[in-house]
């Protein structure tokens, strides 16, 4: 079963993950990435170093590929539709990769196919901030290159808009969020969309990453089945196949809006890997190979712990690794990243569990045990020895 060979731009950590999965199945993965010390450099089928943003280089590092994908957005669309004019499979397709990749055109996306989003206004300088008052407070995001957090600025009157970016920017009404929720929905080649349990992000309030994530949310049945309605109406409104990460905020008042979508892998879907049958990268793989979709059932709860620098930047200590494994039904996923650095995602752990009281305990154990640290240099001692 070799299937079709697969060009991966980006050989980050959900490259490794994907081909962590893709390896049951031989199939062949080569990846492009900048780093030669990336996560997914020993593992490729076929490694090679260049920039994914870069149209010449996708074209000649994909040339003879079958299926071109991504497990990271800022990559040459203009590379990846000359690819798909040559009768190459691309997913996410282009065009949606071009919406996404403007927070802006994102935005008017939704709005367009009468999806809920929190209010916003598209401005092209800080001048024009003065312009929406009613938006205030709000976020001001850039249109392009922001991740993790990165181009994302509170604005709580008009006074900041002294220290704004430069534009051109979304300007977003700050929403009274009660909880932060995601879906991951899978849109097959035939045109059909199942997702995956919607799921709670708790997140770092230094860092705006997310540190842990619980599968099921805890949120009532009926705003459960909101989002995951949502997510399908994303998916489809994209229309392309592929596996869509729908971020969602659950508002004071009750609403479920759309924050923002990753048409790829994501942070959110990791639970998967253990917690189902089919995991989000084996659903990956399917769509990229035209093969019939996997099993998004959860039989128990789940828990994802992000594992993420702290203290400084140095070579990778992971503290308390054994108390860790001595909890039942861990699963530990270190990404393979020589440097620590804080606030660098370096792995996560999975735990599963047969009751939500369980899981709390486990996580809260987990978070106890477990540190991402610099490794501390050694004594004069320890090198003679």
């Not at 071109?68 to 397709?93: C, D, M, N």
């Not at 196919?113 to 709000?138: D, K, N, R, V």
């Not at 609403?255 to 879907?269: D, F, I, M």
Request: a negative charge.
């Amino acid at each position: 079963m070799h299937g079709r060979r697969i060009a991966l731009l980006g050989g980050g950590q959900l490259g490794r993950m994907f081909i962590e999965n893709a390896l049951r199945y031989d199939v062949e993965v080569h990846v492009l990435d900048p780093d030669p010390a990336c996560s997914c450099a020993h593992l490729a089928h076929r490694f090679v170093q260049g920039r994914f943003d870069d149209r010449d280089t996708v074209l000649r590092f994909a040339v003879d590929a079958d299926v071109v994908g991504i497990e990271i957005e800022h990559v040459s669309v203009e590379a990846l539709e000359e690819l798909e004019r040559q009768g190459k499979t691309v997913v996410p397709s282009p065009a949606v990769l071009r919406t996404i990749q403007d927070k802006g055109l994102q935005k008017a996306f939704y709005r367009d196919h009468g999806i809920p989003t929190a209010e916003f206004a598209l401005i092209a300088a800080p001048s024009e901030i003065a312009l929406h008052p009613q938006l205030l407070p709000a976020f001001l995001k850039t249109r392009t290159g922001g991740y993790d957090g990165k181009g994302v600025m509170p604005l709580h009157t008009l006074a900041d808009a002294a220290r704004a970016f430069p534009g051109p920017c979304v300007l977003e009404k700050r929403a009274d969020i009660a909880r932060e929720l995601a879906v991951i929905a899978v849109r097959t080649t035939d045109g059909r969309t199942t997702v995956y349990d919607a799921v709670e992000m708790v997140f770092d309030p230094v860092l705006n990453l997310v540190d842990v994530l619980i599968a099921p949310a805890t949120v009532p049945p009926d705003v459960k089945a909101r989002a995951e309605a949502l997510a399908v109406q994303v998916a489809e409104a994209f229309g392309a196949p592929g596996v869509y990460a729908v971020e969602l905020f659950l508002t004071t008042t009750g609403e479920v809006l759309v924050n923002e979508t990753a048409p790829r892998a994501h942070n959110s879907g990791h639970f998967t890997i253990e917690g189902c049958a089919s995991s989000q990268y084996d659903q990956l793989l399917r769509i990229y190979q035209d093969w019939p979709p996997g099993d998004t059932r959860l039989p128990r709860h789940a828990a994802m712990i992000n594992l993420v620098g702290e203290g400084g930047t140095g070579p990778v200590d992971l503290q308390g690794i054994d108390a860790v494994l001595r909890i039942p039904g861990t699963f530990v996923h270190l990404y393979g990243k020589r440097e620590t650095r804080t606030g660098r995602k370096m792995g996560h752990i999975t735990v599963l569990a047969g009751s939500a009281e369980e899981l709390r305990s486990a996580i809260a154990a987990i978070k106890a045990a477990c540190r991402v640290v610099p490794r501390a240099p050694l004594t004069i001692d320890e090198e003679r020895r």
